[in-house]
């Protein structure tokens, strides 16, 4: 939970997770439309999928490996997690890289390079770091103290040179670029895209819903029936081809939400029938929290109970 999403927005996603798994066994048992629904809000829904799948791998093969080789075999597991599970799971000697790492030794040997052509650099600085011998006694210990470095002293802006361990050593410092590093290549801006999204609802209080593909953006997510997303805007009778049914749609507003790689803008429309026939499945309102809506659909959800 914590790749790609800050602590605090993670904690209570955490407490509800590990409370309705507290195993690894009872994490491969559930269905994946409950482990989605609980992260949603979370994004990056890849992250659930292959927590859901490395739990069934883990727990088919009787354990967690304790070689770094074996965990990147895992879904879901790559060179970060991996040196993370090793090190302060099974207390190994390996030096996991996160943000805090990276910036860290960036500022600690200089590398002025910027993300993320830098990154082979700063492993190969934080693997000389893993060398010394109280890292290799306490490795455990080396990889949460690195994290806590970075998040509490080396800071990304204002870092606290006066009361870091590391003060003298530091090359950034010495050279006046510890408020500089790591460097960042400029960000490219994110294009725009555009959808139509049909909020289809009965009489007797049911909506009809549909899932999108196990693999891609959003995989295995639920959402309401609708268009793709492209970049040109869709007009009004164009978009309508695509309504689950014929029906007398209205307007309902306007959802606009940011993916990583591009802003998307949806234009609800909404419409009430006595009886719901389209394409996907029909689900209760009044039990959409049991369901794997992504934030985006959540937004339509409560812009359609406005309308």
């Given at each position: 939970?914590?790749?790609?999403?800050?602590?605090?927005?993670?904690?209570?996603?955490?407490?509800?997770?590990?409370?309705?798994?507290?195993?690894?066994?009872?994490?491969?048992?559930?269905?994946?439309?409950?482990?989605?629904?609980?992260?949603?809000?979370?994004?990056?829904?890849?992250?659930?999928?292959?927590?859901?799948?490395?739990?069934?791998?883990?727990?088919?093969?009787?354990?967690?490996?304790?070689?770094?080789?074996?965990?990147?075999?895992?879904?879901?597991?790559?060179?970060?997690?991996?040196?993370?599970?090793?090190?302060?799971?099974?207390?190994?000697?390996?030096?996991?890289?996160?943000?805090?790492?990276?910036?860290?030794?960036?500022?600690?040997?200089?590398?002025?390079?910027?993300?993320?052509?830098?990154?082979?650099?700063?492993?190969?600085?934080?693997?000389?770091?893993?060398?010394?011998?109280?890292?290799?006694?306490?490795?455990?210990?080396?990889?949460?103290?690195?994290?806590?470095?970075?998040?509490?002293?080396?800071?990304?802006?204002?870092?606290?040179?006066?009361?870091?361990?590391?003060?003298?050593?530091?090359?950034?410092?010495r050279l006046g670029l510890e408020n500089e590093l790591p460097r960042r290549a400029p960000k490219k801006s994110r294009p725009l895209r555009h959808g139509v999204h049909?909020?289809?609802?009965?009489?007797?209080?049911?909506?009809?819903?549909?899932?999108?593909?196990?693999?891609?953006?959003?995989?295995?997510?639920?959402?309401?029936?609708?268009?793709?997303?492209?970049?040109?805007?869709?007009?009004?009778?164009?978009?309508?081809?695509?309504?689950?049914?014929?029906?007398?749609?209205?307007?309902?507003?306007?959802?606009?939400?940011?993916?990583?790689?591009?802003?998307?803008?949806?234009?609800?429309?909404?419409?009430?029938?006595?009886?719901?026939?389209?394409?996907?499945?029909?689900?209760?309102?009044?039990?959409?929290?049991?369901?794997?809506?992504?934030?985006?659909?959540?937004?339509?959800?409560?812009?359609?109970?406005?309308?």
């Amino acid at each position: 939970m914590l790749q790609q999403t800050t602590v605090t927005a993670v904690i209570p996603y955490y407490e509800t997770f590990v409370s309705r798994f507290p195993t690894v066994e009872s994490l491969a048992a559930a269905d994946l439309d409950v482990v989605l629904s609980l992260w949603a809000g979370l994004g990056y829904y890849a992250r659930a999928r292959n927590l859901h799948a490395c739990a069934k791998a883990v727990v088919a093969r009787g354990g967690f490996p304790r070689d770094q080789a074996e965990l990147l075999e895992l879904p879901g597991i790559g060179a970060y997690t991996a040196a993370a599970v090793v090190s302060i799971g099974f207390n190994i000697p390996a030096v996991p890289v996160d943000g805090n790492v990276e910036r860290v030794t960036s500022r600690l040997f200089a590398l002025t390079e910027p993300l993320p052509g830098v990154k082979r650099a700063i492993r190969a600085a934080a693997d000389r770091l893993g060398q010394d011998p109280d890292a290799r006694a306490r490795p455990s210990d080396f990889a949460q103290a690195l994290f806590d470095l970075g998040a509490s002293i080396c800071s990304p802006s204002s870092p606290g040179c006066a009361v870091c361990p590391w003060m003298e050593a530091c090359a950034a410092r010495r050279l006046g670029l510890e408020n500089e590093l790591p460097r960042r290549a400029p960000k490219k801006s994110r294009p725009l895209r555009h959808g139509v999204h049909f909020w289809l609802a009965d009489m007797a209080g049911n909506v009809l819903l549909r899932r999108r593909p196990a693999s891609g953006l959003l995989g295995g997510m639920v959402e309401l029936p609708g268009t793709s997303w492209r970049e040109a805007a869709w007009p009004e009778p164009e978009a309508l081809k695509h309504a689950p049914m014929a029906v007398d749609w209205r307007p309902a507003g306007q959802v606009r939400h940011g993916f990583t790689h591009f802003q998307l803008t949806i234009d609800l429309f909404a419409a009430q029938v006595t009886t719901i026939d389209g394409h996907g499945f029909i689900h209760p309102l009044t039990r959409l929290d049991e369901v794997a809506l992504p934030s985006v659909m959540r937004k339509c959800v409560t812009l359609a109970g406005r309308a």
